[in-house]
């Protein structure tokens, strides 16, 4: 498989560079602060005012009409210019190619630009306290009202909804296990939020109640029944591709690498190395899944892969940092990707359950 890259690919990630190193801002405030969050919408509009914040989608939705490949090269220059978490991820890189796939000419027309330019910032809506890793087994509901439905139910561990505007989630319309279920997007306005606050203090998520929200047919993505199918989707770009790139975790692993270069023990410095290999591996890695999927191939069960690694990669960093630094560790800028690494291995669905994903539709064994 061919992975050079093409004079015009060169050409893109100068000119990204180029911006970045102009436009990069200082370390903004947390965005679970009220103060962060509205810092960080302010760095996605100019983002947006620059065709930058969603290269790859249409250029009529705010993007640049950029291959994958060249969202990845974009990816690895933002992140290797210190730039900051994208606040608006759940949109831009979950709900945004869902709504590319499955969304109506009128949906992707009035939702992606104001999600690409930070107007809008989503919140995943999945997870409740009794379905989890099995997300079939949700209870909340969609009752039938004119012009649209009403939600009804309690959704937990939603990401970035103590602030959002919006949410998207699966709710049930009919008693079939699967195909009972049924993608609503909503805005926020009517449903009861409750932060949950994460190791940090902060409220990175939040539980949501539902108590006869009303959302029009408008906000309906796909057909309804279709929601499971939608959602997988979704979930592979989450596993796969989009919400991970490798530029993140190339940008760890070389200040890994630099903080490991004066170790006492040679040992901790090949192990920051190993980490280093792994992460370029894993670029290549998706590099060559991009390549595919611009020739027409799906990811499938195989995106459970990409989970698997880059979650178990970004935690063995972190925690070789913490050894690194010991007594440093809370000062020297670490602590909070060590705190965040934890869940890697626990959102975008448990490792368990990646594994049995593997294991039964990549590699075919017996369940």
Not at 123 to 147: C, F, I, K, N, V
Not at 156 to 164: E, H, K, M, N, V
Not at 241 to 270: E, H, I, K, M, Q
Not at 341 to 347: C, D, Q, T, V
């Given at each position: 498989?061919?992975?050079?890259?093409?004079?015009a690919?060169?050409?893109?990630?100068?000119?990204?560079?180029?911006?970045l190193?102009a436009h990069?801002?200082?370390?903004?405030?947390?965005m679970?602060?009220?103060?962060?969050?509205?810092?960080?919408?302010?760095?996605e509009a100019?983002?947006?005012?620059?065709?930058?914040?969603?290269?790859?989608?249409?250029?009529?939705?705010?993007?640049?009409?950029?291959?994958?490949v060249?969202?990845?090269?974009?990816?690895?220059?933002?992140?290797?210019?210190?730039?900051?978490?994208?606040?608006?991820?759940?949109?831009?890189?979950?709900?945004?190619?869902?709504?590319?796939?499955?969304?109506?000419?009128?949906q992707?027309?009035?939702?992606?630009?104001?999600?690409?330019?930070?107007?809008?910032?989503?919140?995943?809506?999945?997870?409740?306290?009794?379905a989890?890793?099995?997300l079939?087994?949700?209870?909340?509901?969609?009752?039938?009202?004119?012009?649209?439905?009403?939600l009804?139910?309690?959704k937990?561990?939603?990401?970035r909804?103590?602030?959002?505007?919006?949410?998207f989630?699966?709710?049930r319309?009919s008693?079939a296990?699967?195909?009972?279920?049924?993608?609503?997007?909503?805005?926020m306005?009517?449903?009861?939020?409750?932060p949950?606050?994460?190791?940090?203090?902060?409220?990175?998520?939040?539980?949501?109640?539902?108590?006869?929200?009303?959302?029009?047919?408008?906000?309906?993505?796909?057909?309804?029944?279709?929601?499971?199918?939608?959602?997988?989707?979704?979930?592979?770009?989450?596993?796969?591709?989009?919400?991970?790139?490798?530029?993140?975790?190339l940008?760890?692993?070389?200040?890994?690498?630099?903080?490991?270069?004066?170790?006492?023990?040679p040992?901790?410095?090949?192990?920051?190395?190993?980490?280093?290999?792994?992460?370029?591996?894993?670029?290549?890695?998706?590099?060559?899944?991009?390549r595919?999927?611009?020739?027409?191939?799906?990811?499938?069960?195989?995106?459970?892969?990409?989970?698997?690694?880059?979650?178990?990669l970004?935690?063995?960093?972190?925690?070789?940092?913490?050894?690194?630094?010991?007594?440093?560790?809370?000062?020297?800028?670490?602590?909070?990707?060590?705190?965040?690494?934890?869940a890697?291995?626990?959102y975008?669905?448990?490792?368990e359950?990646?594994?049995?994903?593997?294991?039964?539709?990549?590699?075919g064994?017996?369940?």
């Amino acid at each position: 498989m061919d992975l050079d890259f093409s004079p015009a690919e060169r050409d893109f990630r100068a000119e990204v560079r180029e911006w970045l190193g102009a436009h990069a801002p200082p370390p903004l405030p947390s965005m679970d602060t009220p103060e962060g969050f509205a810092a960080h919408r302010a760095w996605e509009a100019e983002l947006a005012g620059a065709r930058l914040s969603v290269v790859s989608w249409p250029e009529e939705y705010g993007g640049r009409g950029a291959s994958l490949v060249e969202w990845l090269i974009f990816e690895e220059e933002y992140w290797a210019a210190g730039c900051p978490a994208r606040v608006t991820q759940n949109g831009i890189f979950l709900l945004g190619p869902s709504l590319l796939r499955f969304g109506t000419p009128e949906q992707r027309a009035r939702l992606l630009p104001a999600m690409a330019g930070g107007t809008d910032v989503w919140a995943q809506a999945w997870s409740e306290p009794e379905a989890g890793s099995d997300l079939a087994a949700l209870t909340s509901r969609a009752e039938p009202a004119p012009g649209g439905w009403r939600l009804y139910g309690h959704k937990t561990w939603s990401s970035r909804a103590a602030y959002a505007t919006h949410g998207f989630g699966l709710f049930r319309t009919s008693g079939a296990r699967h195909k009972g279920l049924t993608y609503f997007m909503f805005p926020m306005t009517g449903v009861a939020v409750r932060p949950i606050a994460q190791l940090d203090g902060l409220p990175g998520f939040a539980e949501l109640r539902f108590d006869g929200v009303y959302v029009p047919e408008s906000m309906v993505l796909g057909r309804e029944g279709d929601g499971w199918r939608i959602a997988m989707a979704t979930t592979s770009s989450e596993r796969g591709l989009t919400l991970r790139s490798p530029g993140r975790f190339l940008a760890t692993a070389d200040r890994l690498v630099a903080l490991a270069r004066d170790a006492a023990d040679p040992a901790l410095a090949d192990r920051a190395a190993r980490c280093w290999v792994a992460a370029e591996a894993y670029r290549l890695h998706t590099f060559g899944v991009a390549r595919r999927i611009a020739a027409g191939e799906e990811i499938g069960a195989a995106a459970s892969l990409g989970k698997l690694f880059w979650s178990e990669l970004d935690l063995r960093m972190h925690a070789l940092a913490m050894e690194l630094l010991g007594d440093r560790a809370g000062t020297a800028g670490w602590l909070d990707g060590f705190l965040f690494s934890l869940a890697g291995p626990i959102y975008a669905g448990t490792n368990e359950i990646q594994r049995n994903i593997v294991a039964e539709r990549v590699l075919g064994l017996p369940r």
